[in-house]
């Protein structure tokens, strides 16, 4: 190892290359329990840190993270801070605070002053126990309160829109708060640091008037130059390097003015993130050219550094946990007691107010920032450092599953089931491609005939969450969203069909689809199909769970140019599947008058099965379903050669029988998807008795949003 580490060029790499991969690998793990990426990040910097790879491996803790090596790591992680706090002053717009009403003023204040009281009642206790002897009392005061403020808005804002509430009134009330609180307490955080600076009472004032003229300059100067810079990027494509330039070196200036007067840099990051303009794509292009770097490898780096100096064997007796738990305590008594109180005096139910409270304890990256600038400060203590990286991970981890429990969000979110006709049929198209959604529309319409009252068509477009959720999430969904589902609507429009589009961001898309099934009372989940990975099958994934848990018949519509339906090819061999896929056929018969043929397939010399099912389907068909019969050992090749006479659409039912079936891996070749020449819709016939579904759905149906 040693060899390799020679340099410290090659020490920073080896380190950057263990932070990144440790920190996806854990990542991939705290999404599967449904937790944010802040989670594993904070985990990862402790796992590297001396609390797990120094008591396991110290050698190697030694080899690859020696401490003459951290002032690069920090240094880096101080920049990866800089651009951070500058997106999340673009993702921080101000027009979300005004009209927000008597509701949001209370909260937001009651929620930074309950927790800084409490913080400070805090203090007086720890400081003889865990302050360093130099600091003053009210300096680790102040600092105690300011952290103890602090919510996550990010964290916040993604934990929202991945639960669909972020405009639901819980979650308006909670991002405002959230806002604001993010806000007063950097405001305070910045105050106290120019205190902690300066020494005196006399510097300190000297300082916060400094601090006074750079916002009224920031505000009245530089926020009309960004609006005008802003306009005439407005029309371009993107911005242009020189602009981006312009921007940075802003950026750039902005920090060194706050560092120099004593606030800290990372204020003005925040500062000129904020005021620059949210309306004409300006911060939403800027986020696009900054966020990855930020995000996968500055960020990342900035955890580890907070993981090294989280030291866990710190906390070496009883009543060192003793006061850890009572930092926990105090912290979630401040946020979550004050919010929910102060919510539930307002006016709003105690489920509503406790999961207000349950969000607004949410703290995460920016309560880290704020810990390692006391640290740097030395206004806290490596132990007392610890306890609170412990209280933030805590905090942050237990939002989730507290909101899922807590509150029942149906009463806003669940559009009820439309009253229908007897005769009703209800198709949900699942669009995740626009190519995939002229076929499927064409379908579905010729499935449910030209009877208005007996139509209920719905377009859902699941939109899969990114990193961060912020404006640019929101704003780049609804583009990607209008962008699907445009040529199914024109299809749809030409064809004179009334489309329901539903669209919502989804961690968990074939649950979610389930989950609308069920709320709509779908007849058939219709899902496109899409060429799979190497080593994946085409049933497998996605649409394989939603065929083995959906609360109706599954078709996964194979569309190879389908502009109409007038003949049909359905192969036969008995199953419930292949029953499924005549029913359909004799639905596209009734209401769109196509010609059926239906295909039995025998061994050569065999007796020919008993044909009652089809002889049954054939005479109700009145001349549109026909019987074909013909003797082949191979029933797939069989079929892609019948299927190569004309026919407009093949309808056949999944399974064994046709090779159709799940595999972990595509190592069956599904000949007829892939050879078949026309276009083909497998079926998966419901049965309720044999569906399975998921915890993970039962638990999430009643958080769906699922407009009407």
Not at 74 to 99: A, N, P, Y
Not at 592 to 614: C, K, M, N, Q
């Amino acid at each position: 190892m040693r060899p390799l580490l020679h340099t410290p060029l090659a020490l920073f790499i080896v380190q950057a290359l263990l932070i990144i991969s440790v920190a996806r690998l854990i990542g991939l793990l705290a999404r599967r329990i449904r937790q944010p990426m802040v989670i594993a990040e904070i985990v990862a910097g402790i796992v590297l840190g001396p609390s797990v790879l120094g008591l396991a491996a110290p050698g190697l803790a030694a080899a690859v993270f020696p401490r003459d090596s951290l002032g690069l790591i920090s240094m880096f992680s101080q920049v990866g801070l800089i651009l951070f706090m500058f997106l999340v002053g673009l993702e921080f717009d101000g027009t979300m605070l005004r009209g927000r009403g008597h509701t949001s003023v209370v909260i937001s204040h009651t929620s930074i002053i309950v927790p800084f009281a409490l913080g400070a009642v805090l203090a007086r206790y720890l400081y003889p126990r865990l302050s360093p002897p130099t600091v003053p009392f009210s300096s680790f005061t102040l600092f105690m309160g300011a952290a103890m403020s602090i919510t996550a808005f990010p964290v916040l804002a993604r934990i929202l829109v991945e639960r669909r509430l972020l405009h639901s009134k819980v979650g308006a009330v909670a991002i405002t708060c959230a806002a604001v609180d993010d806000v007063t307490a950097w405001c305070i955080l910045a105050f106290v640091v120019s205190i902690v600076r300066a020494g005196s009472l006399g510097d300190a004032a000297r300082t916060t008037a400094l601090a006074l003229v750079y916002i009224g300059v920031m505000l009245a100067l530089v926020r009309p130059f960004l609006r005008r810079l802003a306009g005439r990027s407005a029309n371009k494509e993107g911005l242009s390097q020189n602009l981006v330039a312009m921007t940075l070196v802003l950026l750039l200036l902005s920090s060194l003015t706050t560092e120099v007067i004593g606030i800290h840099a990372l204020f003005g990051a925040f500062m000129i993130g904020s005021i620059i303009p949210k309306a004409n794509g300006f911060a939403q292009i800027l986020a696009d050219k900054l966020e990855d770097l930020v995000v996968v490898f500055l960020l990342p780096l900035f955890f580890a550094y907070s993981g090294l100096r989280t030291q866990i064997g710190l906390l070496d007796s009883l009543n060192a946990w003793w006061m850890c738990g009572l930092v926990v305590g105090v912290a979630c008594l401040g946020k979550f007691g004050g919010s929910t109180v102060a919510a539930r005096l307002t006016g709003l139910r105690w489920r509503e107010a406790t999961a207000l409270g349950v969000l607004m304890n949410t703290r995460g990256l920016m309560e880290l920032i704020v810990l390692n600038i006391g640290l740097d400060l030395g206004v806290i203590s490596p132990t007392l450092f610890t306890m609170m990286v412990l209280m933030a991970l805590l905090t942050t981890f237990a939002t989730t599953p507290l909101i899922e429990w807590v509150y029942d969000a149906r009463e806003e979110q669940i559009a009820r089931p439309d009253v229908r006709p007897a005769d009703a049929f209800t198709v949900l198209m699942c669009v995740a491609y626009d190519r995939s959604g002229p076929g499927m529309v064409t379908l579905a319409g010729a499935l449910v005939g030209a009877t208005t009252e007996a139509r209920r068509l719905y377009a859902l477009r699941l939109e899969l969450p990114n990193d961060r959720a912020s404006f640019v999430l929101t704003q780049r969904g609804a583009n990607r969203d209008a962008v699907a589902l445009a040529p199914l609507l024109e299809r749809a429009g030409t064809l004179g069909l009334e489309v329901r589009p539903l669209s919502f961001v989804s961690p968990q898309p074939a649950s979610d689809i389930c989950n609308v099934a069920a709320v709509k009372a779908a007849d058939l989940v219709l899902l496109g199909w899409h060429k799979p990975v190497f080593g994946a099958t085409v049933l497998g994934g996605t649409v394989h769970e939603v065929m083995r848990s959906a609360p109706a018949t599954v078709g996964v519509l194979v569309d190879r140019g389908l502009t109409r339906v007038g003949t049909v090819l359905v192969p036969y061999h008995g199953s419930m599947h292949d029953q499924g896929a005549l029913r359909l056929a004799r639905r596209l018969a009734a209401y769109a008058g196509a010609d059926v043929t239906i295909l039995r397939i025998v061994s050569p010399g065999t007796v020919r099965p008993d044909d009652g099912p089809v002889a049954d389907a054939v005479r109700a068909g009145a001349g549109k379903l026909g019987l074909r019969v013909i003797e082949r050992r191979d029933a797939g090749r069989a079929v892609v050669e019948e299927s190569a006479r004309g026919y407009d659409l093949l309808l056949i039912g999944v399974g064994p029988e046709w090779g159709l079936e799940h595999r972990s891996f595509g190592l069956h070749s599904e000949q007829i998807i892939t050879e078949c020449p026309t276009s083909l819709l497998v079926v998966r016939q419901y049965e309720p008795a044999l569906a399975v579904e998921p915890a993970s759905v039962t638990r999430r149906r009643d958080a769906i949003s699922v407009g009407a």
